[in-house]
C-alpha cells in the first residue's frame, strides 16, 4: 500500500527547473521514436509482401499467433527472405522500444507535472502510466526474445501462448496510455482557453 501511494501521489518527481531542461528533449525523442515507427512499418509492409497465402502476415500476426501452429504457418509463409526481415526487424525493435518507452513516460510525467495544481485525478493517473509504459517495454522485450526464438528454432505451446499474452498486454497498456495523453493534451487545450475560475481570478 505505501509503495502505491508513493507512485500515485509522487506529483513532483522532477524540478520546475529538471522539468524545464526535459521538456526540451521531448521533440527530439518524439521525433526519434516516429522515425523508428516509419521504419518498422515499412518493413512490415514489406513482410506483409512476402507472405504467400491468402491471408496476408505481418509481425503482428506472428506476436498474436498464440499456437504454434499458427506460428508456423506464419513463418512457412515469408519464406527465408521474408524471415530475415523479420529477424531484422526484431533486432531494430529493441531500439524502438528504448525510444517509445522514453517518450511516453516523459510525456506522462510531464502532464502529471503540469496538471498537479488543475487536475488532480489525471496528475496521478500521469505518475502511475509511467510505471505502466516501463512495464509494457519489458513486455516488448519479452515478447521478441520469444519471437526471436521461433524464429531461430521452432515455435513451441508455451514460447507461441507467452508472446501472445505479453503483446496483449503490451497492446492495453499502451493503448490506454495513448487514451491518457490524448484526453491530457485536450485538457491542456482547455484550461489554455478558459483560464483560471472566476473564484481563483478574484483571489
Known amino acids: ?5 508513493i507512485v500515485l501521489n509522487n506529483p513532483q518527481p522532477f524540478t520546475e527547473a529538471e522539468l524545464r531542461e526535459k521538456k526540451k528533449n521531448l521533440p527530439i525523442l518524439l ?3 516516429l522515425i523508428l515507427m516509419g521504419i518498422m512499418i515499412t518493413l512490415d509492409r514489406h513482410l506483409v509482401s512476402f507472405s ?12 498474436l499467433a498464440r499456437t504454434p501452429q499458427k506460428a508456423n504457418t506464419i513463418i512457412d509463409s515469408w519464406g527465408n527472405n521474408g524471415k530475415g526481415i523479420a529477424l ?3 533486432g531494430l525493435d529493441y531500439l524502438f522500444i528504448a525510444a517509445y518507452t522514453a517518450t511516453l513516460w516523459l510525456f506522462c510525467r510531464f502532464f502529471a507535472q503540469s496538471l498537479r495544481e488543475k487536475n488532480e485525478c489525471l496528475s496521478k493517473t500521469g505518475n502511475f502510466l509511467s510505471w505502466m509504459v516501463i ?9 521478441n526474445q520469444l519471437l526471436l526464438i521461433m524464429l531461430l528454432s521452432k515455435p513451441y505451446d508455451m514460447t507461441a501462448a507467452t508472446a501472445t499474452l505479453a503483446a496483449s498486454g503490451k497492446f492495453v497498456l499502451l493503448f490506454i496510455t495513448g487514451t491518457y495523453l490524448f484526453v491530457c493534451i ?17 483571489t
Open 1 to 5: 500500500m505505501a509503495e502505491a501511494n
Open 31 to 33: 521525433f526519434i521514436t
Open 52 to 63: 504467400s497465402t491468402p491471408e496476408k502476415y505481418g509481425i503482428v500476426s506472428l506476436e
Open 88 to 90: 531484422f526487424s526484431l
Open 135 to 143: 512495464l509494457a517495454g519489458i513486455l516488448d522485450v519479452i515478447e
Open 186 to 202: 485536450i485538457a491542456v487545450i482547455l484550461y489554455a482557453f478558459c483560464g483560471p475560475s472566476p473564484e481563483k481570478r478574484a
